[in-house]
């Protein structure tokens, strides 16, 4: 916000004057020395973009996070009338969550930077990559969840072998936590935007899309935001690209989905305020999306505007029937968050906002898998004695 410049080599988290801190790149010496035809010989992972992403080879701790797929919508697209739909899949990353990026990138920095203990407050999915690639690391993790977290999250941590606290309060609560055990115990916080490298693997994202499309980008990206950290790395990495030349200047419009039961932005968005206000009562079972008050909600705000974009929200009801209606239609099962951008589809093209003809991707941000609380409020079990009187279970007798 005041364009203080930090060296890299330290340990840092928010500026002095209380701003996220972005990484910047000699991008003039890196276009010199690496073409985009190089990507034909890279690692079929994030690391493929390795020049402009911060840690040293040595530093990198990986699991094969990134370059999922990006799959054709046909049927989705033929229904709502939109010929062009795309759905970049990122519940197959590790731990079933695009969240694996950034902390594969946060962790490899933090090895390098010699940190032996890290801290985060989660809405789950973050957790749950922070605990996998500390363990990768060999580094102490420390997990501050809402009590309510989906169990998928809650299991994974354990099995990692995190220290897990699980907070009566929302994630702004865990956050406090975090910033207290990090001046009590030294531990290295890695909050949203609280530290500079999560926003570096998280816009490989963007970088994969350009790629994958053969360096057109997309008319439009939904995207569901809560803390929006992905959103403002998209962005990023499309400025990154810009100045490499692999991108002109056009940009899609950048969409942030958000859900009825908080959604800062949207209200912000709609005011036209540049920041957003502490959301009251945040409730939804796209646990991602609970974010009272996004710490970068600035940024997201600035890209939402400047791209031509818009904000919205849908109901939980909405974005239940979209990720079912999803997963018949194309065989994805996606997280509550990555349906959200479905239900959102659906307004924005029946409102003419975006054209049949236009290129639209949504980002499934993560595995329907995870959060079958969610699901199961839509396919309640029978007890197994009724299964067994439908003969639907085989049992010994
Ligand atoms: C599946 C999923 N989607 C989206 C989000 C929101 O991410 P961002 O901070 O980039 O807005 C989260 C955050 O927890 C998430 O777990
Ligand atoms: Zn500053």
Known sequence: MCKQEYPADQIRHLCTCGGPLLVRYDLAAIRALWDRSQLRDAPNNMWRYAPVLPPAKESVVTLGEGMTPLLAARRLGARLGA?????????????????????????????????????????????????????????????????????????????????????????????????????????????????????????????????????????AIFYPTGGGVGLIAMWKAFD??????????????????????????????????????????????????????????????????????????????????????LAREEGIFAAPEGAACIAALEKLLAAGFLKPEERIVIYNTGAGLKYLEAYATRFPRPRSGEQDKLGGLITPR
Request: glycine share 10%.
């Open 83 to 219: 010929k062009d739909v795309w759905i970049k899949d990122e519940g197959l990353n590790p731990t079933g969550s695009f969240k694996a990026r950034g902390l594969a990138c946060a962790v490899s920095m933090a090895k390098e930077l010699g940190v032996r203990k890290m801290a985060i407050p989660s809405a789950g999915n973050a957790a749950s990559a922070l605990a996998a690639y500390a363990a990768a690391a060999g580094i102490e993790a420390h997990i501050f969840m809402p009590q309510d977290v989906p169990q998928a999250n809650y299991i994974e941590c354990k099995a990692f072998g995190a220290q897990v606290t699980l907070v009566d309060g929302l994630i702004s609560d865990c956050a406090k936590l975090v910033a207290a055990g990090a001046e009590k115990y030294g531990w290295y916080d890695v909050s949203t935007l609280k530290e500079p490298y999560r926003i570096e693997g998280k816009k490989t994202m963007g970088y994969e899309v350009a790629e994958q499309f053969n360096w057109r980008l997309p008319d």
């Open 240 to 325: 990154e690209m810009q100045a490499l030349g692999w991108v002109g200047s056009e940009r899609p419009k950048m969409i942030a989905v958000q859900v009825e039961g908080c959604q800062p932005v949207v209200r912000a968005f709609e005011r036209g305020e540049t920041r957003s206000q502490f959301w009251e009562n945040a409730s939804t079972v796209a646990a991602g999306l609970r974010v009272p008050k996004p710490l970068g909600d600035f940024l997201v705000l600035d890209a939402v505007r400047a791209s031509g974009g818009t904000a919205l929200a849908v109901s939980d009801d909405e974005l239940l029937d979209a990720g079912i209606q």
